[in-house]
């Protein structure tokens, strides 16, 4: 009788555990529905699948070199000035603290044009300031990260409002310019599809002089460091035109594929232990703006993304 009980309950087990695997793929789909669909499309790759034809090595070399873009990297500050991670927001008066889809806005960072070297990143404007705000009820929504820019002087730190998910720590940054080089993600290649040995892919990445994208990074300017296989100029273009996620096999439309190459990397906040800061499982921010909206000032219609482990 004791073995019949126990083969009993061991097929319940059976049949629970996979049950339990359902219902957990079932939850991550659910909550967040943009994350799981990009792991489902990278588990669907192989990556010992031939390359049918080998990139040629100097070509892309040519290419890469042709795209990259300089990029600042936001590091703590000897002195103190304006510009920051975390803390509270120096709003002008009469500047709002936005609210988000069920509650108040995140402060995330705040950023003094005019104190950037000009030279670096040249389409953004040089003067006013940038205040950017997170909600962390609109993961997959073009708005995760709302921008908004002041010519008005700085004011007092504002009361943080109530209801507010977390407030995040304070740390006054100062800026260090590097150059930044676009992944195959961006290119729209996966790295196995070329052809290339580990010596010739870790050549390509000294093309540019940024960290590697497994360090913790706040940038502005350059490209993103991915976490996730996606075409986040692609994405942006879709998000801004109310669009589907498109699909990394999908054959881009002429016109989405000029207008896509207008979107530039405004800001990249990463999850930071330091500052309290964690989107997702170690996840990271992008906020992207259009070349023509920066160079004019418009901070209304940026996109932002969110990638997670």
Known sequence: MDGLRTASADGIWDSLIPCGLVLLLVILAWRFPKQFRRSLRRWGRSPERPSAERID???????????VRPTLLLIPA????????????????????PNGHERPRTFLC??????LPQTVIEWLPNEGRLYAFYDHDSHGLADVVCILHSVEPAGAPAVTPKGVWRSFHERRVTFVGRTSAPSFDWLGMAPHETGLDDAALGALDKLA??????????RIGGYPNEIQPERMWLSCEHLARGLPDPDWDEEVPPAIQRAAKQWRLLLQVDSDSALKMNFGDGG??????????????DFSKTVALWQTY
Request: charged share 30%.
């Open 57 to 67: 090595l100097a070509l892309l070399t040519g290419r890469i070199k042709s795209l």
């Open 110 to 115: 705040q950023i003094d044009f005019a104190a």
């Open 209 to 218: 002089n940024a960290p590697p994208s497994d360090e913790i990074q706040h």
């Open 78 to 97: 000897m002195e103190a000035g304006f510009s920051k991670l975390g803390g509270d927001p120096e709003l002008p008066e009469g500047l709002a603290w």
């Open 284 to 297: 990271r921010l992008y906020v992207f703006i259009r070349e023509r909206d920066a160079r004019r000032g």
